[in-house]
Every structure is written in structure tokens, then in C-alpha cells.
């Protein structure tokens, strides 16, 4: 299945599959990934790895 989440005003893809007892999420814009026992968990930890994913990019960009 796939949904859309959105971190600061940019709309992203959730791609949500189940293998044995979890449900994965990956975002194909970026390469995140997540787990969790619900949708609702693999999708909610898709968003915050995405938003440290984007995170770091932001900081590393500073850096530069």
C-alpha cells in the first residue's frame, strides 16, 4: 500500500508492505526505511527517520 506523509510542506511516499509479524515502510524518494508492529508504528517512525534523514542533509549542506 502506499501514503503520503508530509515534513515541512514537502509530500513524501510511504510504501507499506507486511513480512511475517511487522509491517516495513520505505520512502522511495529518499531510501528511509522503517518497522513496526502496526501501520500506524512503521509509518510514524518512516516520518521521523525521514525528518533526521533531511535533517543531516540540511546540516551537512551548513558545513560545507
Not at 503520503?4 to 526505511?33: H, M, S
Amino acid at each position: 500500500m502506499k501514503q503520503n506523509f508530509i515534513i515541512n510542506g514537502d509530500v513524501y511516499t510511504a510504501e507499506i508492505w507486511k513480512e511475517q509479524d511487522l509491517f516495513y515502510a520505505r520512502c522511495p524518494e529518499l531510501g528511509t526505511t522503517s518497522n513496526g508492529k502496526t501501520i500506524k508504528t512503521a509509518r510514524l517512525r518512516l516520518t521521523e527517520v525521514t525528518r533526521q534523514h533531511l535533517e543531516g542533509v540540511s546540516q551537512g549542506k551548513k558545513k560545507a
